[in-house]
């Protein structure tokens, strides 16, 4: 019988996942998709955290031992979340990691808060990340200490890492996805838009506009013009867009890269896809993950702490 | 005495003025900012454009003859605006310009619709203007047909032209201004922000980011991150995001220029201080000019056609 050791849970703005899981990271058990959609930090009220943790709970298949340990990791650990934590510094192992996460019982439960992640660039300025730091060094563990190379996690906020001797060396975030949002939403080209479905032939033409190397908000108005003139129906502007944006991103980061150089894009399987079609044209032949590998990351975490 | 020949309108989205011109170019009158504040083409109710024109005259300080012609340039010539206008295709001169406005007579006065610019880059994407040509060929009449260079008009949609031989010979626009307020209005940044208010060294600093040469979607999440770490006071954030926005937009234009180019900036007093403050760190001597230029290209537009 596979024994339960840890629930870990993926808590984000928007939505949050339980996973429960044994000693060799295998996943016993987890939430779906819809149970942890109204569970996002933003939509808690009152700040009733613990009441949440407990619905999540009770959205398992099986019931949760009160003695279990509860890793918790994403922005949950924010200032707008439940206990903020620190950030560590980049370079970042799984030991840095550990030290700087919180262990607390809160209503006779042992909850660990899993801390944040700081890069400061050579210009002074920082970047931050938290939760993507164990997609990152669960996938690492996984892959048993070897899987150095760059890792691609597209999303609201997209994270770029680059990883040496089994530590998050050095990151970047790219405003991709809350900018796309933005556009889309509160601007001229957003009210030429029709329906936003995905439109694979207007996407990879935004991807190829990217890679001729203009100024993405100069390419951004040319969108417009291009719907403005019919160019673009209203029903495929917003992939294209989106293919602009993608590719104007990966256009900056691969910059950084040795050609061919190893790439993961960590996702869901839908950006992932789109990502690794962009990743692809220039050049690069990605490895796309789709599975919840922050429960493998979570439970390493736990093992570096001592706590299971 | 001098004589009135022609009234010109600068009719664009968010507001419209009237400049009474003399054949010499004087401007003998001109309606005040706040007589046109609400009379831009997005607030026109019902259409009722020809109602608008009456009132906006009316706020002249002097009776407009019925029988003076009236040239309208800007938004008002576009698909929501009075007349729609065609697009000239660049290089574009006076003539060509004067060969597409529209004339018309509309309860008994004797209007004339300018056109717009378009202009098709090499890889057969569009762009367009509409009313900052005049701006652009209004100065080089003043200049007797000297100036060629480049011209900076900033905004919402900041527009880049280059003129050759006295004509429009290409132009690209970048949508910094939006974007900026999108990103004010509706993004994690923007929460952050308190008063909006103009702070030169914060501005310097987002300038001075984006001659660094980094991924503006990053820069952009980089601002944020300093926010909250609070090394970007709240009441800076803002002066710090338009310092890096316009600083991009410079960067990616001053990319195509030979080194200390002759460029001018068209705009308000305020904005094209801050253009001139970015285009001088960048190494160029800009010249600004803030004075109603727009009125000698309405003047020159009507000689061409020979309404005047």
């Not at 003695?67 to 799984?94: H, K, N």
């Not at 840095?96 to 607390?104: L, T």
């Not at 599975?291 to 702490?305: I, N, S, Y």
């Amino acid at each position: 019988m596979t024994v339960p050791v840890l629930v870990g849970v993926d808590w984000g703005t928007t939505n949050a996942r339980a996973y429960v899981l044994a000693a060799d990271g295998a996943i016993l058990a987890q939430t779906e998709e819809q149970a942890g959609a109204a569970l996002g930090i933003m939509h808690i009220k009152g700040a009733d955290f613990s009441g949440a943790l407990e619905r999540l709970l009770a959205a398992l298949p099986a019931e949760v031992a009160p003695e279990l340990p509860i890793l918790l990791s994403g922005m949950i650990t924010s200032r707008q979340g439940w206990v903020e934590t620190a950030y560590v510094d980049c370079p970042a192992s799984f030991a840095d990691v550990a030290d700087a996460a919180e262990r607390q019982t809160i209503e006779d439960r042992t909850l660990i808060f899993a801390p944040g992640l700081a890069y400061t660039d050579a210009t002074g300025v920082h970047d931050v990340m938290r939760g993507e730091e164990l997609q990152i060094l669960g996938l690492l563990a996984m892959a048993g200490g070897d899987g150095d190379g760059v890792y691609c996690l597209p999303g609201t906020h997209s994270k770029w890492a680059w990883t040496a001797g089994g530590r998050i060396d050095r990151f970047s975030t790219v405003m991709t996805g809350e900018v796309y949002g933005a556009l889309c939403n509160h601007t001229i080209l957003g009210r030429l838009m029709g329906a936003r479905s995905h439109h694979a032939e207007a996407f990879a033409q935004g991807a190829s506009r990217a890679r001729a190397g203009g100024y993405v908000l100069h390419d951004i108005f040319a969108a417009r013009t291009e719907g403005l003139f019919e160019r673009l129906r209203p029903d495929t502007l917003a992939a294209y867009l989106s293919g602009l944006l993608i590719g104007h991103e990966v256009a900056a980061m691969v910059a950084r890269l040795d050609a061919g150089a190893p790439i993961t894009v960590i996702g869901g399987a839908a950006l992932a896809e789109r990502y690794g079609t962009v990743l692809k044209a220039a050049g690069y032949q990605p490895t796309l993950r789709s599975d919840p590998v922050v429960a493998r990351g979570q439970l390493e975490l736990a093992k570096a702490m001592g706590a299971i």
